[in-house]
């Protein structure tokens, strides 16, 4: 059951995910909005190539340096980070509009990025989702076949000093299994809606309901 919609705060919820690449986070995040029709995931920014199967205004927009960079001076990227080679960020004003109009937005964004949205809005909340193990990252990294020898390295590499730095988030799911992960992962925003009931509100129409 989720809290009454009257009684939760006009704005919605800003929810950072991060996770070391290949530790299962986007299949995480897309079942859990499957089942969740007032959360939504903010789409980003990336200078990477598109790999197979992913579309433009989709998983990412893709787009060039130059285009990344002059978004960064004109101020419309909420955080942004530089991962692997590539420009990473998320677009301001999409997650503006969605969260005025009452919902919750999801980032799924690397450590860095995270950190800043942790110092430029206090009131998000940060989950970590962690892979069970180092050799099962390595695995799933080298198992999906999209990135080459020398990209899995060096994302194994960010991926160890990514889980060193984990707690820093306010909850880690392990992703043993994706039922598990995404059942935590539910009960932690279903908790955080109730944290964010207005009390206020609630206690008035208690007491107005003699
Ligand atoms: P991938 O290339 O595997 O799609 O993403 C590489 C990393 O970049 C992942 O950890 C992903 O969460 C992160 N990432 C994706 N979008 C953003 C973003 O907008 N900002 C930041 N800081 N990281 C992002």
Redesign the pocket.
Known sequence: MTPEKGLLPEKGLLIVL????GCG?GTVLARLLQNDSGTAA?I???T?APREGERDGVH?YFISREAFESRIRSGEML???S??G?Y???PKQAVERLREQGTNVI????L???MKIKRSCPDALFVFIMPPSLRALRERLTGRGTEDAATVESRLAVAKSEIAQADQYDYIVVNDTVEQAVAQLQAVLLAERVKNVCKQKLIDEVLNNA
Do not use: H
Request: include cysteine.
């Open positions: 991060s996770g070391p690449s986070k903010s980003s920014a990336t990477r990412y955080e942004y980070a991962y692997c590539n990473y960020g998320t980032l799924e964004i690397e860095q990025g995270a």
